[in-house]
């Protein structure tokens, strides 16, 4: 329980921080949420893009994404949310550097800037959220009868109407196989 509260943690952090990058500057003083979904796939361009046809989509989409695996406690979820925040952020940045020339990080707001890192974070967050997660309990059908009716499958057998067969003969019972034990004939030694 311990590692799905830690993992629930966070998933929730990378999540909010997925979804809060596009507000800050990712290139040259330009927010995220003004580079457009189409730039990802055809290059980057200077037109600024609304708020919901921005890069905030996707990266809200792995947010909403780890959400619903949190709520269903799949593992599978939660990892997804994170391979499609990074993958989003990683194909922005190949394709700025493809614009640009290269990805440079300087000093005076010229080049990469602070607002990738919380996607990136975001995306590992998910990950290793997921690999902390347990994740749901997996159902167990009803016992099944053994075909076997030995003494040594009768401990783990059940019948069809759901009761046990009865305790199992213990070595000093008289039901139990080889009890009492057979004595060679011949002398009795005195015990």
């Known amino acids: 329980m311990i590692r799905n509260v830690v993992g629930a943690v966070l998933a929730l952090v990378g ?12 290139y040259d003083g330009r927010r995220g949420r003004h580079y457009q979904i ?3 796939f055809s290059g980057i361009t200077a037109e600024q893009s609304e708020l ?11 947010a909403l994404v780890a959400v619903v695996g949190l709520a269903l406690r799949t593992r599978l979820l939660v990892a997804a949310a994170g391979v499609i ?3 989003f952020t990683i194909l922005w940045m190949v394709r700025q550097g493809q614009e640009a020339g290269g990805l440079s990080v300087g000093d005076d707001g010229a080049g990469l800037g602070w607002g990738v890192l919380p996607a990136l974070g975001g995306g590992v967050l998910m990950l290793l959220a997921a690999a902390v997660m347990v994740g749901r309990p997996r159902a167990v059908g009803p016992a099944t009868p053994v075909a076997d009716d030995s ?8 019948r069809r109407g ?8 213990g070595p000093d019972d ?3 196989p080889g009890y009492p034990p057979e004595q060679p004939p011949g002398p009795q030694r005195p015990g």
């Open 151 to 158: 003494p040594r499958h009768a401990r783990h057998a059940r």
């Open 38 to 40: 189409e730039d990802l």
């Open 162 to 169: 759901g009761t046990s067969p009865g305790p199992v003969p």
């Open 174 to 176: 008289p039901n139990y």
């Open 15 to 26: 999540a909010a921080a997925a979804v809060w990058s596009p507000f800050l500057v990712w």
């Open 85 to 87: 925040a990074l993958g």
């Open 52 to 62: 919901w046809e921005s890069v905030l989509l996707p990266l809200a989409f792995a």
